[in-house]
Nanobody, 125 residues
Framework: QVQLVESGGGLVQAGGSLTLSCVAS????????MGWFRQAPGKERAFVAAITGIFTSGTPVANSVRGRFTISRDNAKNTVYLQMDKLTPEGTAVYYCAGRGESWPSPDSSTYDYWGEGTQVTVSA
């Protein structure tokens, strides 16, 4: 049984930083592409960033967060991270970790097989 468990969300002031973590279990983690998505109130779930599994390369990032957010992974710990800097109130959302059986880091949420329950990030003005 695959489980993805996010942590690290919270309340932060605009301009601040947060680091989200997602620990995976029950899956071949090092082969899997992992992604972060977010859903703001009243909006659809949106792509944030993704990172490749071992058989491919690439770390696509949404234009809205490029240069401020960084995705990384530690295969020894089965963990993927999202470092978020220079946060703005538009970053307020529930952030979801996702994993897929393929190594290619897709920005399309429909291609992901596994999802965490999400962690709330609130950015105050």
């Amino acid at each position: 049984q695959v489980q993805l468990v996010e942590s690290g969300g919270g309340l932060v002031q605009a301009g601040g930083s947060l680091t989200l973590s997602c620990v995976a279990s029950g899956m071949a983690f090092n082969r899997a592409a992992m992604g972060w998505f977010r859903q703001a109130p009243g909006k659809e779930r949106a792509f944030v960033a993704a990172i490749t599994g071992i058989f491919t390369s690439g770390t696509p990032v949404a234009n809205s967060v490029r240069g401020r957010f960084t995705i990384s992974r530690d295969n020894a710990k089965n963990t993927v991270y999202l470092q978020m800097d220079k946060l703005t109130p538009e970053g307020t959302a529930v952030y979801y970790c996702a994993g897929r059986g393929e190594s290619w880091p897709s920005p399309d949420s429909s291609t992901y097989d596994y999802w965490g329950e999400g962690t709330q990030v609130t950015v105050s003005a």
